[in-house]
């Protein structure tokens, strides 16, 4: 079984400064890692994704993700946010590529302040 | 761009109603699911096939079906509604006419309170 802690529920920041939203997972095979922004009254949007290759990940809106396999991280940064980043965001992971049963994290508020 | 849609944004029912959740996709996508998101819990899988007629339990089936007759439509069956899912309910497709089955795309939620 596998399983995704997202270590913060709510993080308030200032515009323009740099964000890191954690997250860590719990696997015993090979997983294959995502973040998704869930703007107010939306749907989920992927932010990036990590199947294999490089350990970091560049995604849409300036985010970009570090997939630690030793310490089985995967936190998403941004050096600068904006007031539009306010939404939450959901890291999950997948066993293998065929987007089946995906688990998700508990999801983390980020809430921009001007 | 793929587009998956859900029947109502919110939904109003009585404990003991027989509840239909619909969600239609554009994308001749293969899978779909169902999840419910619940503050603090993330979302949890409810249901998914990945084929017609096809359907596999998720995490959370307890209390729920699912049907899907069609390729694009996948819907989510409350028997007899109770008060414990009063939820937000969202619904997602994957397929290999997206480039890859890895990525799912979400439709815009269904918020359901049981009275």
């Known amino acids: 079984a596998q399983s995704v802690t997202q270590l913060d529920s709510q993080v308030p920041v200032f515009e323009e400064a740099p964000v890191e939203l954690r997250c860590n997972y719990s696997?015993?095979?090979?997983?294959?890692l995502f973040w998704y922004v869930q703007y107010p009254n939306q749907g989920l949007q992927l932010l990036l994704k990590?199947?294999?290759?490089?350990?970091l990940v560049k995604g849409i809106n300036g985010f970009e993700a570090e997939f630690n396999k030793s310490q089985t991280s995967f936190h998403l940064r941004k050096p600068s946010v904006h007031i539009s980043d306010t939404a939450e965001y959901f890291c999950?992971?997948?066993?293998?590529?065929?987007?089946?049963?995906?688990?998700f994290g508990g999801g983390t508020r980020l809430m921009v302040k001007p | 761009d793929v587009k998956v849609t859900q029947s109502s944004r919110y939904l109003v029912k009585r404990t003991g109603e027989k509840v239909f959740l619909e969600c239609v996709q554009d994308?001749?996508?293969?899978?779909m699911f169902w999840y419910r998101q619940d503050p603090g819990l993330g979302l949890r899988l409810i249901y998914f096939?990945?084929?017609?007629?096809?359907?596999e339990k998720g995490d959370i089936p307890e209390g729920y079906s699912v049907s899907r007759e069609k390729k694009e439509r996948f819907s989510l069956i409350l028997e007899s509604a109770s008060t414990n899912q009063t939820s937000m309910y969202l619904c997602?497709?994957?397929?290999?006419?997206?480039?890859?089955?890895?990525?799912?795309?979400f439709g815009p939620g269904t918020r359901l309170t049981v009275l």
């Open positions: 997602a497709s994957s397929g290999t006419t997206s480039g890859s089955t890895d990525t799912q795309y």
């Open positions: 696997s015993s095979v090979s997983v294959y």
């Open positions: 990590y199947l294999s290759g490089s350990t």
């Open positions: 999950a992971v997948s066993q293998n590529n065929a987007g089946n049963m995906l688990t």
């Open positions: 994308m001749d996508h293969e899978n």
């Open positions: 096939s990945y084929d017609v007629k096809m359907k």
